[in-house]
């Protein structure tokens, strides 16, 4: 996606575009947008009105005139329907760019038949080897492959993916580069990650979120009003013996209602997940979108969020009377079948071929984030590795001690910012494991912009709370929690939300599911696992944790864009009641002469001015509506000043110039 970046009004998007402008006129589609409807019956009307003319009545003005007023009226309905149908068009070219990925591709299966893409279902297990193109989504049960993802992310550098761990997720239309992997099916056909996004860029799927109905709402209560107020001009007009003509009506009745914003509202929803998707992020709903741009705290995970999240063993440490070999036996052997980052580099670090240590029956204990440990049980041995306070538990509860030195060896490692492993065979602490992991560069800037932006930081970890310490004053987090099972990071968001605020969240893992579905924001990275990736209402397809602050701006652009575009629309419709209002009365009530303040050359240019500018001020915009006005992070107060003297009072000012210009113009014809 971000390899076709296209320019905002591309020829073949401009004819879509333009061909949906007038299929959108259905008043059935129209229905949706109150303001822009009640433009469409006034358009109707004024039709009816010019072919009225024709007959020859003359009360009314002449025809060129009325239909002058009706074409103008159509123009405007014809230029919102072509602002929400670009937005749309560019949501479909992206899809159509994400389908080409998509196309069918023959997946081998464990058993040596091959079968389309098509037909592969959940549970199926597929092989790929080098140069092949993934059939479709899963995740890898065997091997470690480098694979390039750019037909979906638009980044080239290959990436790697393995079996157990947080980064086991591979997805269909992805190209293998090196090495064979086992991959299951995690999705049934037509329902992968690539099919629910096509149609969900392609709008098929998009709903209006509640902040965009509440402002529907808001809008049609204006026109409401305002249909009042011109009804009720009515009788005003009689006594003042000034009979009003049908056009003059209708065109008052147009300036007076929100049809800017009306007309811009839903482009500026679509281009606001369009944006995401060009930040290589997949918005389940437009929803999310907004609630990331009023985000008050954000959870991050330690390991592969902050720090790079490959810990690797880098030194044992054995307790006092204990042989180092003993204890480099017992870590290798607990890490047998511990297919973690963690547990492979311990293997790697002792240089030792597990299988030379012989064992029988063993069963082995994978790691959890519940247990925070893992081990192997076999004859007369019960061997564990993990967090310090969890080995130390098991230690002391069958009443053994647990030694100073590895107390304080667990402080030295942990106040270095490394993660102790703490490693007992049979209730016995025999020592320690150092692994350490690399805060990822340019971390802190990042969390200093979101601090400019209101945002806290919150740092979630299992690791041990002086570990967790280092990191977060390294990384420049505002918080963090330390000791974390899956459930308190849950919790934690629970307790923010209930004091009011919003929570976004960041997770990969099968172990943040949970929190992720409880954030208000959960964004799950593309390499994490299926759970997480459902649970989010996000997903990131470049994988980079920071890409939360993107996603933060685009909400927060979004939400800026419809309100300065809101407070542009009202401003300047107050230039049109100058012109419209003293067109209407001034032969009634010379005095009003006074409101016309732009000194428009006749009343009927006045009116012909003001709706001309109604209607292109639509056009006009339409960029601003699809690129969102420019977010700076100067605090919110700072920002609303600043939008509110430009849009406010640009909104108010440009139309009484904009009108004088056209009023020239026009008074050149009639
Ligand atoms: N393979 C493993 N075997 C045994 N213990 C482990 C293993 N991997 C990690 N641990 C221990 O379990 C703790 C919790 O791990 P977990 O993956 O839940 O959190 P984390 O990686 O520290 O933090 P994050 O939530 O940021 O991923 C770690 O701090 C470490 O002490
Ligand atoms: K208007
Ligand atoms: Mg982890």
Redesign the pocket.
Known sequence: MKSNNKSLFQKDLLNEAFRQSFVKLNPRLMFRNPVMFTVEIGTAVMLIVSLWTLTGSSDQGSFWYNFTVFLILFLTLLFANFAEAIAEARGKAQADSLRKTREETPARLADGRTITSAALKKGDIFICEAGDIIATDGEIIEGLATIDESAITGESAPVIRESGG?KSSVTGGTKVLSDKIKVKVTTEPGESFLDKMIALVEGASRQKTPNEIALTILLAGFTLVFIIVTVSLKPFADYANAPITIASFIALFVCLIPTTIGGLLSAIGIAGMDRALRANVITKSGKAVETAGDIDVLLL???????I?N?KATQFYPAKDIDEKQMIRAAVL??MS?D?P??KSIIELAGVNPLSYAVNAPRFIR?S?ET????IDFEQSRIR????D?IKRIVEKAGNIFPEEIEAKVREISGKGG???VVSENETALGVIE?QDIIKPGIRERFERLRKMGIKTV??????PL?AKFIAEKAGVDDFIA????ED?MNYIKKEQSAGRLVAMMGD?T??APALAQADVGVAMNSGTQAAKEAGNMVDLDNDPTKLIEVVEIGKQLLMTRGTLTTFSIANDVAKYFAIIPALFITAIPALQSLNIMALSSPQSAILSAVIFNAIIIPFLIPLALKGVAYKPIGASALLRRNLLIYGLGGLIAPFIGIKLIDIIVSLFI
């Open positions: 947080d995970d330690k390991t592969g969020t902050i720090t999240g810990r607990s890490s511990d973690t963690e547990g790691f984030a925070r440990s893992s081990g590795k993990g967090a310090t969890a993660t102790p492993l692994l740092m979630v970890t299992g690791d041990n570990t000791e974390a099972k899956p990071k893992g172990n943040d």
